[in-house]
């Protein structure tokens, strides 16, 4: 008996009647991997992915046995979000994800935390270069954001 994981199905978001399920994937992989995140920033921010920051991207969703354990949204060639379930992170959820954004929905950007440096290593280690670096993140809050892209984007 083998102990990899079941094979992931990826595939387009069920829309808002899957957004509960999408928003504790959310708070698992925050938890997991933003210990930089204010309390109060990490409420803000849960409480607004349901009603505006999820419809405003178009989701994809990595589905292993029936249930989701990430998700990716891109909007104009680039990726929002992109968010494992902790219990799912190292099993290829993430690369997944992102090869598939990358192909089928022209994905050549991508923002990150400076305070996440696993995410950033993630991108790099995919191709991504650090084209800039913004003091602020876009609610003017103090975590900074490197600007990545793919070369020749």
């Known amino acids: 008996?083998?102990?990899?994981?079941?094979?992931?199905?990826i595939r387009p978001d069920h829309g808002p009647a899957e957004y509960p399920a999408l928003v504790a994937i959310w708070r698992s992989a925050v938890r997991a991997t933003h210990g930089?995140?204010?309390?109060?920033?990490?409420?803000r921010i849960e409480q607004a992915l349901a009603p505006a920051y999820l419809p405003a991207v178009a989701l994809t969703?990595?589905?292993?046995?029936?249930?989701?354990?990430?998700?990716?949204?891109?909007?104009?060639?680039?990726?929002?979000?992109?968010?494992?379930?902790?219990?799912?992170?190292g099993t290829?959820?993430?690369?997944?994800?992102?090869?598939?954004?990358?192909a089928s929905q022209g994905v050549v950007r991508v923002d990150v935390n400076e305070q996440n440096p696993g995410a950033h290593g993630f991108y790099l280690?995919?191709?991504?270069?650090?084209?800039?670096?913004?003091?602020?993140?876009?609610?003017?809050?103090?975590?900074?954001?490197?600007?990545?892209?793919?070369?020749?984007?």
Do not use: C, K, N, W
């Open 125 to 153: 280690s995919r191709g991504f270069v650090q084209v800039g670096r913004s003091e602020l993140d876009g609610d003017g809050r103090p975590y900074p954001i490197l600007h990545l892209a793919l070369p020749g984007a």
């Open 92 to 102: 290829g959820v993430g690369s997944a994800l992102l090869a598939h954004v990358r």
């Open 1 to 9: 008996m083998s102990d990899s994981p079941a094979p992931l199905e």
């Open 61 to 89: 969703v990595a589905e292993r046995d029936g249930r989701p354990v990430g998700f990716a949204g891109t909007a104009e060639g680039a990726l929002e979000m992109l968010f494992v379930d902790d219990r799912a992170r």
């Open 36 to 43: 930089f995140l204010d309390e109060a920033d990490f409420t």
